[in-house]
C-alpha cells in the first residue's frame, strides 16, 4: 500500500508494547480504592445531613473534587496519575485535576487569557459532550 | 459488602477505560467523553438508575456518573418542556459539582504557582 501504512508495519517491530495486564491491574486497585472511599463518604454523608442518596453521593462527590484539587496544588495528584493511569484519570477526580491543573499552569498568563481561557482546555471536552448530549436528550424526554 | 461492590464496580470501569487507551488508542479526552456521554444516554435509558442504586459510589465517582448527574437534573421532578426549562435542568445537580470544580480549581490557581 502507500508509504505511510509500509512505514507503520515497518516500525511496528521496534515499538515496545504497552504493559497491558500491569496498566489495567493499577488502574482497577487504584479506581476501586477511590470509589470505596468515596462510598464511605456517601454513607458517612447519608447518615447525617443528607436528605436523599443522590445528595450524599454529591456531597461525596464534591468532597473528593476538593481532594483532587488539593493535591493537585501539592503536584501529587500527577504521581498517582502516573501510577495508576485511567484509575486515577477516568474519575470525577481526574477531571477536577484536570481543570486545577491547567488552572494553576496557566495563571502566568494572566487571570483572563490565561486561567479563565485554558481551565477546561484538558478537561473539556467530557464536560461539553455531557451537556450535549443530556440536552438534546432532555428536549426530547420523556 | 457495599464497600467491595463500589470497589469493583469503580475499578472495571477503570480497568475498561484503561484498555480502550492502551489496545483501542483512543485518546485519553475521547474517552472521557464516551463515559460522560454513555453516563447521559444510561441515565435516561433507566439503566444507570439501578447501577447507582447496586453499586453507589462505584457507578457515581466514575466519569459516567457526571453523565448520569446531567440526566438525572432532566429526570427528576415534571418533565421540563421547553428550550429554557430544559436547559436550567441539565445543571440542577451537575451545576453543584461543575460550580465547585471551576471555583475550587481557581482558588488552587489564586494560592499556587506552577512547579517544575
Given at each position: 500500500m502507500g508509504l505511510r501504512t509500509d512505514y507503520l508495519r515497518e516500525v511496528k517491530a521496534f515499538q515496545p508494547s504497552p504493559p497491558y495486564a500491569a496498566n489495567a491491574g493499577k488502574a482497577f486497585l487504584v479506581g476501586g480504592a477511590l470509589c470505596a472511599l468515596a462510598q464511605w463518604l456517601a454513607n458517612w454523608y447519608g447518615g447525617t445531613f443528607a436528605t436523599s442518596a443522590l445528595e450524599a453521593h454529591l456531597w461525596a462527590s464534591i468532597v473528593m473534587a476538593g481532594l483532587a484539587i488539593g493535591l493537585t496544588a501539592v503536584g501529587k495528584y500527577d504521581d498517582i496519575s502516573q501510577f495508576a493511569g485511567a484509575g486515577a484519570t477516568m474519575l470525577l477526580t481526574g477531571l477536577a485535576n484536570a481543570l486545577a491543573s491547567a488552572a494553576i499552569e496557566h495563571r502566568s498568563e494572566g487571570w483572563m487569557a490565561g486561567v479563565g481561557g485554558q481551565?477546561?482546555?484538558?478537561?473539556g471536552a467530557a464536560i461539553i459532550y455531557g451537556v450535549i448530549a443530556a440536552y438534546v436528550l432532555g428536549l426530547f424526554w420523556p | 459488602m457495599e464497600y467491595v461492590r463500589a470497589f469493583l464496580a469503580g475499578g472495571l470501569v477503570c480497568v475498561i477505560a484503561q484498555l480502550l487507551i492502551d489496545r483501542?488508542?483512543?485518546?485519553p479526552a475521547g474517552v472521557a467523553s464516551l463515559l460522560v456521554v454513555l453516563g447521559v444516554i444510561l441515565g435516561f435509558g433507566g439503566v444507570y438508575d439501578r447501577w447507582v442504586a447496586s453499586v453507589g459510589a462505584g457507578a457515581m465517582l466514575p466519569l459516567s456518573g457526571l453523565g448520569y448527574v446531567f440526566a438525572k437534573g432532566v429526570m427528576v421532578g415534571p418533565p421540563p418542556s421547553g428550550l429554557v426549562a430544559t436547559g436550567g435542568a441539565v445543571f440542577r445537580f451537575a451545576g453543584a459539582l461543575l460550580a465547585f470544580m471551576v471555583a475550587g480549581s481557581f482558588a488552587a490557581a489564586l494560592i499556587c504557582k506552577p512547579k517544575g
Open positions: 481551565m477546561l482546555k484538558a478537561g | 483501542g488508542r483512543w485518546t
